[in-house]
Structure formats: structure tokens, C-alpha cells
């Protein structure tokens, strides 16, 4: 069973506010579970799974321009 976290510790997971992981699940760009109208929980294995695949891996060694 999974087990849900808040905005807070998301947020502390990936050094945003709080405020910034609740905009993110409110524009759809992370799964999230609404408890009641103001309390939203989070599955930190899904939110992982989520920002991993929408967030491209840096290439190193690329050009920029020197």
C-alpha cells in the first residue's frame, strides 16, 4: 500500500515550495489525491515516476558555443 505525503514533504524532496508541488497538481502535471476540498495528498512513487519521465536528462558535453 502506498503510502501519501504532503505538499511539504514533496516539496522538500525536490527543493520547491509547497505552494509549487499544489500548482503542479492543480495544472495536471503530477498525480495527486484530493482527501477533502482543502487537503490534497501525494504518492511520492508516482510523482517520481511522473517528473522522471517529463523531465529530459542533460547531455554533457554538448555545444554552447565556446
Known sequence: MARFVTAHEIG???GVRAA????WAREGRIPSIRITG???RFDPDAVDRVLQETVAPRKEGGSHGR
Open 12 to 14: 522538500e524532496r525536490y
Open 38 to 40: 482543502k487537503i490534497v
Open 20 to 23: 509549487t508541488v499544489k500548482a
